[in-house]
C-alpha cells in the first residue's frame, strides 16, 4: 500500500480553479480531483480526461440484450414446436419486438454497472478530503502528493485563491 | 427557466430551497395524504372481494371482457410517457425549460408505471398466476408465446418500468448528496448517505455521470416511443372494427404525451403554490409544456379525423357501422365528451394570454386528463361492444367493483407522489446550478 499526502484547497470562482488546475499541471502535479456542485465544460476541458468508457459498457449490454432476445425467442419457438396454419414456427417479425425490448433493458442495465464500476469502483486515488460545500457553492480541488511537496502545492493554491487548504494523507 | 438567468439566485439558495420541501410534513400534507390512503384501502378491498367472488363482480358480460381495467391500463401506460419526453426527449435536445419540471414528471413516469402495472393483474380472473405471463424455465419446457401482443406488452412494460426507474434514481444521485451534506438528523442522514452511494462530486464521478445519462437518455428516447407502440397494438392486431388500424402506434403515442403533460401541469401547480417554487416552475415552462400539449394534441385530433375518414373510406360496413355507433349509439356522450375534452378544449392554449394564464391552464389539463380516459375507454369497450355480428352486440355498464378499484388506483398513484415530494429532492437541484451563471472572478463574459 502506498502512502502520500492530501492536499485540498476550497474556491468560490470557476475561474481560480480552472488556472490553479493549469498551474498544478504546470508544476507536474498529476493526482487531480476537482469537485463541483454540477457538471461543468470548463473544467472538464482542463483536466483533459480521456473519454469515459461507460459507452463501451452500453454497447456490450446492448449488443447482448439483442443476441439474448434473439436467441431466447428462436430456441424456445424451436424447444416445442407449435405449428400453426403452415406458418413459421420461427416468425422473426413478432420476435424483433422482444429483441428491441432485451436491447434497451440490457443497454440500459449495463450502463448502469459501468457507472457504478467507473466513477465509485476505479476511483483511483481514494477521496480521503471532502467538504460538504462542494454540494452546495464550492468548488474544491485535492492534490495527492509526496510529503516534501505539500508547501508547493498549498502555496500554488493558495496564490491562486483557494479560500481554506485541508490536509490529509492518502492511503492506496 | 430562463427567468432564473436573470434574477439573483445563488446555489445556496437553490440548495435550500429544495431541501425546505423536504421538512417535516405539515398538517396540510397529512390531510391530502390520509384520505389518499383511505381510497388505496378502498381499491384493495373492492380487489380482495373481486378474488374472493370471481371476475363477474367485474361488470364484464358478454361480448365485453376488457373493459375499465384495460382502459385504465393504458391510460396510466400514456400518463408515464411525458415523463420520459421531459426528462429524456428535452434532455437530447437541450430544451431547458425541463430543467425545473423534468424530476416530477420522472417520478410520476414511475409512480404512473407502477399504477398501470397492477391492472393487467387486477384484470385477471386468477390473478395469483400472474407470473405465468414471464418467460422461467419449467419441467414441461414450456414457454410463452412470444408472437403475442399481449407478452410484448410484459416485456415493453417491465423494461420501461426498469429503465424509467434507474434514469429516475441515477438522475438523483447528486442531488440526494446534496441533501445528505444539509440534513443533521441522524436517521436521515443515514439514509440519504447510503442512497447517495458515497458521490462528491468529483470531476471523475461527473465524467462517467455525464456520459452514462446521456446514454440513458438516448436509449429512453426510443423506448418510450416503443411501449405505447407495443401497447396500442393489443388492440391493433385484432380483427375489431375499430382496433385493426395502422395508424394505432403513432396516434397512441402521441395521444399517452398529451396526456402525461396535461397531469404533469395538474400535479405541479399545486405543487408549485403549496412550496413556494414560483421562482424554479416559472410561466416559461408552462408556455413549453401547453405548445408541446398543442402539437401532440394536433396529433391527436388529427388521428381522430383519419379514422374517421378511413372507416367511410375503406367502404367496410363493419368499420363505418363501429364509427357511426360511436357517434349515435349509446356511448354517444363519452365519444362527445372526448372530442370536447381533446380536440376543443385545448383551442385557447393557441393563445399566449391563455397559456400564461395558470388557471386556464390548470382547468385545461384537467379537461384532457378525463378525455383521454374517455378515449381508451372508448376504443376498449365500444369496439368490443359492437362487433361483426348485430345477435352478438351487448352494452357494458362499470360495476361499483371496479370504480372503487380505480378510484383506488389514482389514490395508489397520488400515495406515492405524496411520498416522493416529501422524501426526495422533488427539483433538480445540479441542473438547475447548472444554468444559473457561473461565479467568475474575472466576471462572466
Known sequence: MKSDQGVLGIFTYLDTVTDAVKELKNNGYEQ???????????????????????????????????????GFTVLTAMSWPIPVSAKPVVSIIPFMVIVFELTILFGALSTLIGLLINSFVRKRAPITLYDPRFSDDKFGIMVVCPEDKIKNVESILKSRGAEEVKFDTVEY | MSQNENNSFTYSQVTNDVVRMLEKPTYKWWALFLPTLGFVGIGMVCFFYQVYTGLGVAGYRHPVFWGVYI?????????????????????????????????????????????????????????????????????????????????????????????????????????????????????????????????????????HYSRAYLYFAALATPLVLSVHSVVSWDFAMANVPGWHSTIFAPYFVAGAIFSGLAMVITLTIPLRKIFRLENYITMDNY???????????????????????????????????????????????????????????????????????????????????????????????????????????????????????????????????????????????????????????????
Open chain 2, 287 to 445: 408556455d413549453g409544456m401547453a405548445k408541446l400539449i398543442l402539437f401532440t394534441g394536433g396529433i391527436v385530433t388529427y388521428s381522430y379525423a383519419t379514422e374517421i375518414l378511413l372507416s367511410w373510406y375503406t367502404g367496410s360496413p363493419f368499420e363505418w357501422g363501429q364509427t357511426y355507433y360511436r357517434m349515435t349509439g349509446p356511448y354517444a356522450p363519452l365519444f362527445w365528451t372526448m372530442i370536447f375534452c381533446n380536440v376543443v378544449a385545448p383551442i385557447p392554449l393557441w393563445f399566449k394570454k391563455y397559456r400564461s394564464n395558470i388557471k386556464v391552464l390548470f382547468i385545461i389539463s384537467l379537461l384532457i386528463n378525463i378525455g383521454m380516459w374517455f378515449e381508451r375507454f372508448n376504443i376498449i369497450t365500444m369496439s368490443l361492444s359492437h362487433e361483426f355480428e348485430p345477435g352478438a352486440w351487448g352494452i357494458y355498464k362499470i360495476s361499483w367493483v371496479e370504480a372503487g378499484i380505480t378510484a383506488g388506483s389514482f389514490a395508489w398513484f397520488f400515495m406515492f407522489f405524496l411520498i416522493f415530494i416529501k422524501t426526495l429532492p422533488a427539483v433538480s437541484i445540479a441542473e438547475i446550478k447548472e444554468i444559473l451563471p457561473v461565479p467568475k472572478k474575472g466576471g462572466n463574459k
Open chain 2, 71 to 207: 382502459t385504465n391500463f393504458v391510460f396510466w401506460v400514456g400518463i408515464a410517457h411525458s415523463g420520459t419526453l421531459i426528462s429524456a426527449i428535452l434532455y437530447l435536445f437541450r430544451a431547458r425549460f425541463r430543467m425545473s419540471i423534468y424530476r416530477v414528471s420522472e417520478a410520476m413516469t414511475v409512480f404512473a408505471v407502477l399504477t398501470a402495472g397492477l391492472f393487467p393483474i387486477i384484470h385477471l380472473g386468477r390473478a395469483w398466476n400472474f407470473y405465468w405471463l414471464f418467460p422461467y424455465p419449467n419441467q414441461r419446457e414450456l414457454w410463452i408465446n412470444f408472437k403475442s401482443p399481449l407478452v410484448w406488452d410484459v416485456f415493453a412494460v417491465s423494461t420501461y418500468l426498469t429503465v424509467s426507474s434507474v434514469f429516475f434514481f441515477v438522475g438523483m444521485i447528486p442531488d440526494i448528496a446534496a441533501v445528505r451534506d444539509k440534513v443533521t438528523a441522524v436517521p436521515r442522514k443515514i439514509i440519504y448517505t447510503i442512497l447517495s452511494l458515497g458521490w462528491k462530486g468529483s470531476h471523475w464521478e461527473w465524467l
Open chain 1, 32 to 70: 487531480l480531483k476537482v469537485f463541483s456542485p454540477f457538471p461543468n465544460h470548463e473544467i472538464e476541458d482542463v483536466m483533459e480526461e480521456s473519454p469515459s468508457p461507460v459507452r463501451y459498457f452500453t454497447l456490450f449490454g446492448g449488443l447482448l440484450g439483442a443476441t439474448c432476445g434473439f
